[in-house]
């Protein structure tokens, strides 16, 4: 027989205990949930942004948003769930050795991003799950109420586009190409979209329902890492969205990320009928200012000329270009790489109205190249030992000894990184770290701060 399963998305870790927490709808988890409906398990959603309680099932799975959600699911687990079994997924779960996710979970923990493991413990037969890219999210549309649902289409959501990229910047944990820790193989990514008739369905399920509810404008975050990767299957979206939107009678905004090379090698017409149909803001990942940055952290695809003319092609296409700095980066930058990310984030702030969204590389996260190279793994222990201190690897937080352990780099990162969170539209709340060895009292004062910084 197959079982049921409770889907748990966690109340936003800097959001207050009480009210309202972060509302931003779960795309990822909705993913699972119709994947489950559709083979055959009766699934419940609580999004505890909304509500906390516990719901009386044998099963429940938590999805971990970000790094920073670690020691959130630990917490959740600890006060509610022991001895029960729960599911532990989300992209994070992904860069985590057995070892590593057994010591943060525990052993009634199992890993909700194998499909293997779905089947077994909830009796699906085999085959009966359809790939993500397959999938509608209409079955967990359904789950949500029109209240919740209201809520949710009332604010910018996630839309599930494409996953995955051929680029392989090392800090980055996303579904990219990397070298296999184990094998020392280079493993290529090439981005994947969805069945574009799925989506078709899903957009035309959401115009519908937000009619219903009032609402005559959807506003999407497209979940591609790179939204001009593959411009052939992009314009097949842009065709899509222009039926829903013409047979519907409602109004698209879209923004999303993209890389400054694929920007800069997609035809004028394909950006033009992006355009058409509601794409306002392009996030690039500009990510430091020097070739020797960028060629260590493997984002040798970057020049300054590249960075300065995709800004100034976006502001020409009616994009408001959106610049994404992470940097910080240890072993990399030094005081005048950093200064010169600050000038010109200052300076495409002031000549094309660009949105600052600075960021604080941290060289190790689940994922990424130095979760598994060997000078961090004095660090990854610590993370293992002590995880709360996992909320330090939010690219918002301030470096740390532990992220950052050069003091003067550290200094530095600090210095330029609120110097560009004080420049005009900038969009980026920084977060204050937990530091070993707080007072409870400190860090109160931290989670005090923090509260209600969220990241757009």
């Not at 799950?129 to 967990?140: D, F």
């Not at 890492?225 to 905004?253: A, I, M």
């Not at 060895?437 to 990241?455: A, H, L, P």
Request: glycine share 8%; aromatic share 10%; charged share 25%.
């Amino acid at each position: 027989m197959v079982k049921g399963i409770t889907l748990i998305q966690p109340r936003h870790n800097l959001a207050p205990k009480m009210g309202m927490g972060h509302i931003y709808m779960p795309t990822p988890l909705l993913c699972v949930a119709s994947r489950l409906i559709g083979a055959g398990v009766d699934v419940l959603l609580n999004d505890e942004n909304f509500e906390q309680y516990f719901r009386p099932t044998n099963l429940v799975g938590i999805h971990l948003g970000g790094v920073s959600y670690i020691p959130l699911a630990r917490e959740i687990i600890n006060e509610r769930y022991l001895g029960h079994k729960y599911f532990i997924g989300g992209p994070v779960v992904n860069g985590l050795s057995e070892g590593q996710f057994r010591k943060l979970f525990g052993n009634n923990a199992f890993n909700g991003n194998l499909d293997s493991v779905l089947e077994r413990e909830l009796n699906i037969f085999r085959g009966d799950l359809k790939r993500p890219e397959e999938t509608s999210l209409i079955e967990g549309y359904e789950l949500i109420c029109d209240e919740v649902m209201f809520e949710y289409l009332a604010r910018e959501s996630s839309l599930y586009v494409s996953q995955g990229c051929k680029f392989a910047c090392n800090f980055c944990a996303a579904d990219r190409t990397c070298k296999d820790p184990v094998t020392g193989k280079m493993k290529i990514v090439r981005e994947r979209y969805r069945d574009l008739d799925v989506l078709r369905e899903d957009l035309v399920y959401l115009a519908n329902r937000a009619k219903r509810l009032g609402l005559s404008e959807l506003s999407f975050y497209m979940s591609n890492l790179d939204v001009f990767q593959t411009p052939g299957k992009l314009l097949e979206f842009v065709n899509v969205v222009e039926e829903v939107r013409s047979k519907e009678n409602v109004e698209f905004k879209l923004r999303g990320l993209s890389t400054v090379d694929s920007f800069l090698r997609t035809d004028d017409d394909i950006i033009g009928q992006l355009v058409d149909v509601g794409f306002y803001s392009v996030g690039f990942g500009v990510d430091g200012m020097t070739a020797e940055v960028w060629n260590k952290v493997k984002k040798g695809h970057n020049t300054e000329d590249k960075c300065l003319n995709a800004i100034k092609r976006a502001y020409e296409s009616r994009i408001t270009p959106e610049l994404l700095m992470v940097f910080g980066h240890n072993g990399a930058d030094t005081e005048g790489s950093l200064r010169k990310a600050y000038d010109f984030s200052k300076d495409m702030v002031e000549v094309f109205g660009a949105i600052p969204r600075p960021h604080v590389a941290k060289a190790f996260l689940p994922g990424n190249d130095g979760w598994t190279d060997l000078k961090y793994q004095s660090s990854v222990r610590t993370l293992l030992d002590h995880p709360e201190l996992f909320h330090n690897l939010d690219f918002t937080t301030l470096p740390t000894e532990l992220t950052h352990p050069n003091r003067e780099l550290r200094l530095l990162t600090i210095k330029y990184f609120l110097e560009i969170c004080n420049l005009p539209g900038n969009t980026t709340k920084y977060l204050l770290p937990i530091e070993e060895g707080m007072t409870s009292e400190q860090q109160k004062n931290v989670v005090d701060f923090n509260r209600g910084r969220y990241d757009h």
